[in-house]
């Protein structure tokens, strides 16, 4: 990969980085209105399902457009992963603003409610986890703002690299849109 074509597939991943973002900026406010509307929860975990289809169709576009449909399997797993990271670095961002001046213990408190409805204290009761569990919610507790931040950024690149593999297998093509073979 030529340094031009390094510095080009960066900035399209910028790009579709940055929707990615607001594809997870609208899940995670529906997850947070969904704390207190169950609607809004399912909504949620549509948005994340999409995830991979996103960032997959994201990856096709960019083969189709800028790549004269041509792209190896490790340039698309680069795409993905370098989109990840793009999106995961704005997410943070907004998570970081919400948890540091907006949150004022709300999700924690959220949770602390749903775990001390009877039905998730038996459940939690009859598989052993009530320990870990207040270990847990302590933990939680405990950690600041930024802490909170970097673990999901921390999760959302890992995420993106594996993620990334079998959505740059399926998008691998070492012929062109004119059916010629093309340089990588």
């Known amino acids: 990969m030529t340094p031009a074509e ?12 940055a929707l990615l973002a607001l594809l997870w900026v ?11 509307s169950p609607s809004y929860s399912m909504f ?15 990856l096709q576009n960019f083969r189709d457009k800028s790549r004269d449909g041509i792209i190896s399997f490790l340039r698309g797993w680069a795409f993905v992963v370098f989109m990840f990271f793009y999106a995961g670095l704005l997410l943070a961002i907004v998570q970081y603003a919400y948890f540091a001046y907006f949150d004022n213990g709300y999700m924690l408190e959220s949770l602390i409610r749903m775990l001390s409805t009877p039905e998730a204290a038996q459940m939690v009761e009859q598989s052993g986890m009530k320990e870990t569990m207040n270990e847990s919610v302590h933990e939680l507790q405990s950690m600041r703002p930024i802490d909170l931040t970097l673990n999901v950024l921390t999760t959302n690149i890992l995420i993106g690299m594996l993620v990334g593999l ?13 059916g010629q073979p093309g340089q990588q």
């Open 6 to 17: 390094y510095l080009q597939l960066k900035a399209f991943a910028r790009q579709d980085g």
């Open 26 to 36: 609208g899940s995670f406010a529906s997850y947070v209105a969904g704390l207190s």
């Open 44 to 58: 949620s975990i549509l948005l994340m399902v999409l995830t991979p289809f996103f960032a997959y169709h994201r």
């Open 166 to 178: 079998p959505i740059a297998a399926v998008a691998k093509r070492s012929t062109g849109s004119n």
